[in-house]
């Protein structure tokens, strides 16, 4: 099991920029497939990117394609979300998640390890 803290959330206006952070801990990350999801108040729990073991594979939702950028460093076992031109719409916790397995995993039932979560909240 890895353990997942993420980081960097907070209040922006929209059409700014935040960039989260994902840190794991006991265990290496080269060997996992690491995403992003979010959930906003009321609603169930979305997939935002998903990129795989070595960052050269990524995928996004239709709703983010073109705006977030994800990204991993595997020596540092890091792995980044850089959300640019922010709408009120991408409010939500943001949290990360990790799988050791290979594929287009893009269901919060592909994931097995999360994070707690970051808010970020985007003002109109």
């Known amino acids: 099991q890895v353990q997942l803290v993420e980081s960097g959330g907070g209040l922006v206006q929209t059409g700014g920029s935040l960039r989260l952070s994902c840190a794991a801990s006991?265990?290496?990350?080269?060997?996992?497939?690491m995403a992003w999801f979010r959930q906003a108040p009321g609603k169930e729990r979305e997939f935002v990117a998903a990129?795989?073991?070595?960052?050269?594979?990524?995928y996004y939702a239709d709703s983010v394609e073109g705006r977030f950028t994800i990204s991993r460093d595997n020596t540092k076992n890091t792995m980044q979300l850089q959300m640019n031109s922010l709408k009120p719409e991408d409010t939500a916790v943001y949290y990360c998640?990790?799988?050791?397995?290979?594929?287009?995993?893009?269901?919060?039932?592909?994931?097995?390890?999360w994070g707690q979560g970051t808010q970020v909240t985007v003002s109109s």
């Open positions: 998640a990790a799988r050791s397995r290979t594929g287009v995993l893009v269901t919060t039932f592909d994931y097995v390890d």
């Open positions: 006991g265990r290496t990350l080269t060997t996992y497939t």
């Open positions: 990129i795989g073991r070595s960052g050269v594979s990524t």
